[in-house]
Structure formats: structure tokens, C-alpha cells
């Protein structure tokens, strides 16, 4: 049996744009543009007016490296397990289900390992109290970022179990099957390769996971008491930068899962014909996948989520050397800080 697939008008480009590779450099030369413009060098040169003390620097720098770090790693991660399964390994029959929930498993442990060190040494004893509201896990949370990545979290779970739903199994064999039945023929249904439950059950786990943690984070992050009254301000900003890098990563993770995913789909749902090669002829039926021009569409944008992924990935690197944390004590800084306390 041999499948034709749709959509080869363009198989150069589509197969140019599915590789992970290619969706970095792009995410690369964005990156580098986003960051020489006029309002991120403003963002900066905002964060950089309070001059961090001693203790801010100890207490904060190694946060915000284990954030670049992170974000380095899971761009390793990723582009390195696509080039082994694609090219080292053969896993055409092999359901190998980490492959789809990788990122998300790399960011989760990189997310945990900062809830550690906040726990730890970002939640020392204050040296003096600073009586302030509740805080919560969205307090130092930007709401784009909050809103961003609840919706590609959302996302990614309902395109995990709708896909699920829809896959199928031979046997005992586990989920990994798209049935697509040929219309006003007896023969047995097209079966290709599919995103379903064996791979989907452990994105879904991930996902929970990430989500615990990054939750545990941002509220470990937000709740800890600030140091004295005079650091508030210079406090309060590094942690909307850790806030954000974590939102960043995590956001990222379940994009380059989510690519994968739909990616996935399309390329099962493309499927539009079977042909039976015989001694003596061989016979063409046609069948299409009812949801196949909906997967066709996820194929397409694939790409650009992987772009958009590895973007805020390349943006949170620059927190390994973060604004303002290589500056000496200043008094100067602590009395402005002061100052804007009391207003």
C-alpha cells in the first residue's frame, strides 16, 4: 500500500520550514531586532535607574541566571532531539512519547530548580519588615504575558484530547492510528501514524506538571518578604523580570510542544489516497480526512509557533546578564528608593 498525500504544490518550503533550525535563525534575527529598538532600550534604561545593593545582586542574580540558563537549555533540547529522531534514529514504529512533551519536561525541571533557590536563598530573613497587601502568583505577573500563556496552554490540552478522541489502535496496540475510511468501498480503512493517546496522555501529564510548577514559582517568587523598606521599589522590579522570564519559558515550552503537535496532525490528516499494487494492476481509492483541511491549516502555522517560541526563549537569555546586577552599592540609590517608598 502507498498513501498520496495533499498540499505538494510546496513540499520544498514546507519541508524547509519544518525544521527546527530554520525557525531559530528567524527567531534569532527577530530577537536581536526586538532588542535594539527605541522602547526596549527605554525598558532598560528604566530598570537600570535604581542601582541594586549588595544584597540585591546576591539575592536575585542567580535567578535570573538560572532563567537564561533555562531558556538555553530547552532550545538545546529541542533542536537536538528533532535532528537525532529525524536523522540518527529510526523511529517510524516506535512510539516514542517523549519526543512532544520534551520542551515542557526540560522547562518544567529548569522552573523547579528556581523554586528551590527562591525557597532557599531568595527568601532569607528580612533585615527589616515591610508591612505591604497580599500578594499572590499573578501580583508581579504581566497580563499579556498571564493571558498569553493560559491561552497556549488551553490550546494545547483541547488540540491533545480532541486529537485523542480521534485516534484509534489495532488490537491491544496503543493509540497511535488515524482511521480514514475509503467511501463506497469494503476495504479496510487508511490507518496513518497519529498524535493520539500515547502520545497525547503524557503531553497532558507534562502540561499539568509545568503548570504546577510555574504557579509554585510565581507565587514563591511574588509572597517572599522584601528585605527593608528602602529596597522595596528596586525589589518590586526584579521581580516582574523573574516573573516574566518564568511566563516566557513557560509559554515557550507548550508553543514548541503545540508546533509539534499540530505538525502531527497535518501530516496524518493529509493523507488522500490509497493505492494497491497488485501482480497484475493496481488500484487508486480516494479519502479524505473530514477534519483534514482544519489540520492542514495547523500544519501551516507551525512553523511560526516554533519562531514565536524560540523568540521568547532568545529574549530571556538576556537575563543571564540581567539589568543592573553587575552594580556596585549605592547609597544614592538606596536613598531614591527611599524616597519613592514614602510617595
Known amino acids: ?14 519541508a524547509f520550514f519544518s525544521m527546527p533550525w530554520v525557525s531559530l535563525i528567524v527567531a534569532a534575527i527577530i530577537a536581536v531586532g526586538i532588542t535594539v529598538t527605541p522602547a526596549w532600550n527605554a525598558r532598560r534604561a528604566s530598570r537600570e535607574r535604581l542601582v541594586p545593593t549588595a544584597g540585591l545582586v546576591a539575592r536575585y542574580s542567580p535567578e535570573h541566571r538560572t532563567l537564561g ?27 516514542a512519547w517523549w519526543r512532544y512533551p520534551m520542551p515542557m519536561i526540560t522547562a518544567s525541571v529548569g522552573v523547579g530548580i528556581l523554586l528551590a533557590i527562591i525557597a532557599t536563598r531568595g527568601s532569607a530573613p528580612v533585615e527589616q519588615p515591610v508591612i505591604s497587601a497580599r500578594r499572590t502568583w499573578l501580583t508581579f ?24 478522541l480521534a ?7 496503543p493509540y497511535v492510528f488515524l482511521e480514514i475510511e475509503v467511501p463506497n468501498e469494503t476495504i479496510d480503512p487508511i490507518r496513518p501514524w497519529f498524535y493520539g493517546w500515547a502520545y497525547g496522555v503524557p503531553v497532558l501529564i507534562c502540561t499539568a506538571a509545568l503548570i504546577a510548577v ?20 528596586a525589589e518590586q522590579r526584579q521581580r516582574r523580570a523573574v516573573a516574566t522570564g518564568i511566563t516566557r519559558i513557560s509559554t515557550s515550552a507548550a508553543l514548541l510542544t503545540l508546533a509539534g503537535a499540530v505538525r502531527f496532525i497535518a501530516d496524518a490528516g493529509s493523507v ?4 494497491i499494487q497488485g501482480d497484475l494492476r493496481s488500484d487508486s481509492y480516494t479519502a ?13 502555522v507551525s512553523p511560526l509557533l516554533e519562531i514565536a517560541a524560540f523568540v521568547l526563549l532568545l529574549l530571556v537569555t538576556a537575563q543571564l546578564y540581567p539589568s543592573g546586577c553587575i552594580a556596585q552599592p549605592s547609597v544614592d540609590a538606596e536613598s531614591h528608593a527611599e524616597r519613592e517608598t514614602a510617595q
Not at 4 to 14: D, E, N, R, V, W
Not at 167 to 173: H, K, R, T
Not at 288 to 300: D, F, I, K, L, P
Request: no cysteine.
Open 272 to 275: 488522500a489516497g490509497l493505492t
Open 141 to 164: 505577573s504581566a497580563r499579556t504575558g498571564s493571558v498569553g500563556a493560559g491561552l497556549t496552554l488551553l490550546a494545547l490540552s483541547t488540540i491533545t484530547i480532541l486529537a485523542g
Open 69 to 95: 540558563i533555562t531558556a538555553i537549555v530547552v532550545i538545546v533540547a529541542f533542536v537536538a532531539e528533532n535532528l537525532i529522531s529525524g536523522y540518527a534514529l529510526d523511529l517510524a514504529d516506535v512510539v
Open 167 to 173: 485516534s484509534s489502535n489495532i488490537g491491544d496496540g
Open 214 to 233: 510555574t504557579v509554585g514559582a510565581l507565587h514563591a517568587n511574588a509572597s517572599r518578604s522584601f528585605m527593608r523598606p528602602q529596597t522595596v521599589i
Open 288 to 300: 479524505y480526512w473530514r477534519y483534514g483541511e482544519v489540520a492542514a491549516v495547523g500544519g501551516a
Open 1 to 14: 500500500m502507498r498513501y498520496k498525500q495533499m498540499g505538494l504544490s510546496m513540499p520544498i518550503i514546507t
